[in-house]
């Protein structure tokens, strides 16, 4: 048990900067405090003391903010971050090393028996205010957004958005290196620019990069065949773009600041 509630504490230190000490952890964090009751309320419910369950599970809740029904599994180092808002259902099922943020529900979409909540594997990331809805799963490592409405699964590593939640798919390690590169050689800054990003300008900006990118590869093969094929042809370097020619590009993109 002390194991489990270090490895908890811990879990605080490794995704919020904000925390300092343990004993600021422990006395402070209501998503901790959450945490630790609803082991206890577990615990009651599979020995089937319920009244006793729900009790200290209405509890918590008006302790922390927090409502956790005490049939709900939770695994290792499950983080709540705020706290205040969050609801899950009786049959939702948490694997290890989830983070909840204020404001999410894992709930039902029916009154019918059996499973009709939503399990969450290893490592997924729940945004503030996000719901997810229904006996589905969704997958590890996969990231949902800030009041994001989900019902139905959601792959391992994806990214959902919006309402109703849209699967956006994991992109692509390769080729967001290969954007970053051609970003950096025309003087863009590209930080940020990903495929799982909703925002439609950029991804544009993405697909045009990765246009970019394919035409030098294309062309750069194209000379070597002629230079294999005995052309003393000889491609001219490409003209240098100059980062100062893109600073009120640059300028207009940046998010004003305080």
Known sequence: MFERMREDIQSVFHRDPAARNAFEVVTC??????????????????????????????????LTGVEIHPGARIGRRFFI????????????????????????????????????????????????????LGP????????????AVVTREVPPGAT????????IAKSDDAQE?????????????????TADMPDPVARAIG????????????????????????SDYSAKAMPELRELD???IKDEGEAPRS
């Open 81 to 132: 971050d705020h706290g205040m808002g969050i609801v899950i259902g009786e049959t939702a099922e948490i694997g290890d090393d989830v983070t909840l943020y204020h404001g999410v529900t894992l709930g039902g979409t029916s009154w019918n028996k059996g499973k009709r909540h939503p399990t969450l594997e290893d490592g997924v990331i729940v945004g503030a205010g996000a719901k997810i």
């Open 246 to 248: 893109f600073a009120e």
């Open 207 to 230: 697909q045009l990069l990765d246009h970019v990118q394919a035409l030098e590869d294309r062309m750069e093969g194209m000379c070597q065949a002629l230079t294999a094929l005995g």
């Open 136 to 147: 589905f799963t969704v997958g590890a490592g996969a990231k949902i957004g800030s009041n």
């Open 160 to 167: 959902a958005v919006g309402i109703p939640g849209r699967v």
């Open 29 to 62: 964090y209501p998503g901790l405090h959450a945490v630790w009751f609803h082991r206890v309320s577990h615990w009651l419910w599979c020995k089937n003391c319920k009244w006793l369950a729900r009790l200290n599970s209405n509890l918590a809740r008006w």
């Open 177 to 193: 290196a290969k954007r970053k590169a051609m970003a950096e050689k025309i003087g863009f800054d590209a930080y940020g620019v």
